[in-house]
């Protein structure tokens, strides 16, 4: 029988509904901690707890200290399912797909309902994690996320809604596979992806700014103000931005700052199309480093990664051309 480990983080997959004031909070106890009996046909379960936090307090050194963990411990596995909060989930899985090498099966699922709440997702999504993990196809797949009955790629999904159970989509591309009663099936594999190993530290700063009608430079010279190491901005359609900010982000790149530029749209990717005031031609001539298809804080992951490579602006932009 196959190994899988599982590693809990937090998040409401371990938390509990106080039934007087109906508030979410975290147990004394995991809640599926100690559920390895449910698992018994499926594999052979470690626990470990490594964290009891609600996902908006990972941090990207938990992420790191996460991925060094899970380095230590799978040459003993055949699989590890990560539990964890919903909020911050995309960022994890995407940093966890950045910086391991997934021969073996990696896993991240939570729960949009605590454990004692009606119609909860806890559990049944753990044991679909469970499922996927000892799957043969979920090998070298990237990290995958698997919540309601669907798996997802680390670089595709995103959280899309605030509570419902089906919050987890891949807007760009769907799911990759789905979890039946009877099987978990595979229908698209992944493209090669860029492995960044040696990351021992996260120490840049980078900030995420999104776009806004309206938007002139003083929020990006309030930016630059705070040194950042990069800045990741949330452009308009297809990478475009008010003409008012241009002389500010100038300013940022003469610097030697990185500015990524992502789309605040859910599908699509940034390109140069525009050429007027403000519009991508502009921006990618002045220097601003456009991705293919990322969120705004899987960019931010990416350029934190990219900064303990690199200062080099030519290289950053090869590792954003690089696949997602
Ligand atoms: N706020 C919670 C968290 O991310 C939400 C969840 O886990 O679903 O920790």
Known sequence: MKKVLIIHTGGTISMLQDEQTGSVLPANV????????????IAEIDEEIIYSLPSPQ?????????????????????GIVITHGTDTLEETA????????????????????SSNEIGSDALYNLIAAVRTAVSENAANQGVLVVMNDEVHTAANVTKTSTSNIATFQSPQFGPIGLVTSDMVLFHHKTLPRPLYKNVNKISKKVYLLKAF??????????????????????????????KQTVSALQKVIE???????????????????????????????????FTNGLTGPKARIKLLIALEYTKQHSLIDDFFKNGV
């Open 58 to 78: 990972i941090t990207p050194a938990h992420m790191l200290e996460l991925a060094v963990f899970i380095a230590g411990k799978r040459a003993d596995y055949d």
């Open 213 to 242: 009608a309206g938007m002139d430079q003083e929020v990006i010279q309030a930016i630059h103000l705070l040194k950042p190491d990069g800045l990741v901005i949330e452009g308009m359609g297809q990478g475009n931005l008010p």
């Open 255 to 289: 610097d030697e700052i990185p500015i990524v530029l992502v789309s605040r749209c859910y599908q699509g990717i940034v390109q140069p199309t525009y050429g007027y005031d403000g519009g991508g031609k502009q921006l990618k001539d002045m220097g601003i480093i």
């Open 30 to 41: 995991h809640p599926l901690s100690g559920v390895s009996d449910l698992l018994i046909d």
């Open 94 to 113: 995407y940093f966890l797909d950045l910086v391991m090498d997934t021969e073996k099966p990696i896993i991240i699922t939570g729960a949009m309902r």
